[in-house]
Structure formats: C-alpha cells, structure tokens
C-alpha cells in the first residue's frame, strides 16, 4: 500500500479531509515555509497526549490514546508538516484550551477531572464543527478540529490502535467484500 492510499483510507475514517494532508502526498513538505520559532516543550507533549487520552480513553477492551504516544506523534506532524499558519493556530490553541479549561471549570486542563475533560472538549468539538461547516475556502481550521484528527489518524494507525483496538492480520488471506459482522465486533485494520 502506498501513502496516498493509506492517507484516503485514514481520511474515510475520519469523515473526510485531514488537515495538512497535502504535505503528506507530497513527502512532508509544505508549500509554504514552516515557522523557523516553532518549539513544542514537553509540557506540550504531556498537555497532547491527556488531550488525546479524553478524545480516546483507555478502555477494558483497548489501551488509550496515551498508550500509542499521541503527544509525540501531533509534535511531529504539526512540526514537520504543518504549513507555518496552521503550526501557529495549532500552538496557540493549546493555549486557548487550557484557557477555556480556567474558565469553565476553574483549573487547569491537566488538573481537571476525567469527566470535566470530557464535557469540555464535547463542547469544544460542538464548535469547532459549527466552525468548520460555517468557514470560507480560505479560512483556517479550528485548532480542536486539528487536535481531533490527530488523535484519530495516530491512534488508528500505531500499533496499539491497529492491534487492539481494531482487528488485525499480518497477512490477510483472500479479498472478501461479504465477510459476516455481529454487532460489537471491532472493524478491521487497514
């Protein structure tokens, strides 16, 4: 498989486009220059993977999104393939929800319950979608929505997402368009 099919599979999973991802067809080089002052502190990192860990929790069936070292894959990404405004909206959106966190729950995000963390980002992803159904061609995407994508594409395609939390073959045998499915079976790995 290359990796433009593997990027239209990872995109079908998340419902459509994934932000940034023309530098990723053209071999991680964005067509416009990259922030020369972008720095990703470890607190960023730790900040990203307890994003990453509400948005897909450890469960009893599969291991979190902490577990498949969510923070490390968004610094990488958004550092190495991000174009320089989107760099700049990802960074200051980890402000903008801690911030959000100070306000709304009066702590700091990684000071936060489980449960405050979710109702948080439920209503953050609320707007970041009215966000995005309600921008221009041109306007950028929501820092959350950014986040979100993240968390989905490195998850799913670590190790630990594709091995436990989907179904996985090494090898697959033969192509069946018509294998049977029971409710509460995990989908299958691509």
């Not at 894959?73 to 801690?98: H, P, R, W």
């Not at 989905?152 to 989907?166: C, D, I, P, Q």
Request: glycine share 10%; proline share 4%; net charge negative.
């Amino acid at each position: 498989m290359n990796r433009r099919d593997a990027l239209t599979r990872v995109s079908l999973i998340l419902g459509g486009t994934i932000i940034g991802a023309e530098a990723f067809l053209t071999g991680c080089k964005p067509s416009a220059p990259a922030l020369s002052t972008i720095e990703f502190t470890e607190n960023n990192v730790t900040f990203l993977d307890e994003v990453g860990e509400t948005i897909l929790p450890t469960t009893d069936s599969s291991p979190g999104a902490k577990a498949a070292g969510i923070g490390a894959f968004m610094k990488v990404i958004v550092t190495d393939c991000y174009e320089g405004s989107d760099q700049e909206i990802f960074l200051a959106g980890i402000g903008q929800l801690n911030e959000l966190a100070q306000t709304n729950a009066g702590n700091d995000f990684l000071l936060l319950t489980p449960e405050e963390r979710t109702t948080l980002l439920t209503g953050l992803d609320k707007e970041a979608k009215a966000h995005e159904e309600s921008k221009k061609d041109d306007a950028k995407s929501h820092y959350f929505t950014m986040m979100k994508q993240l968390t989905l594409w490195g998850y799913f395609s670590s190790e630990v997402g594709a091995t436990k939390a989907l179904r996985y073959v090494e090898v697959p045998g033969k192509y069946d368009g018509c294998m049977p499915y029971e409710k509460g079976q995990k989908a299958w790995a691509i």
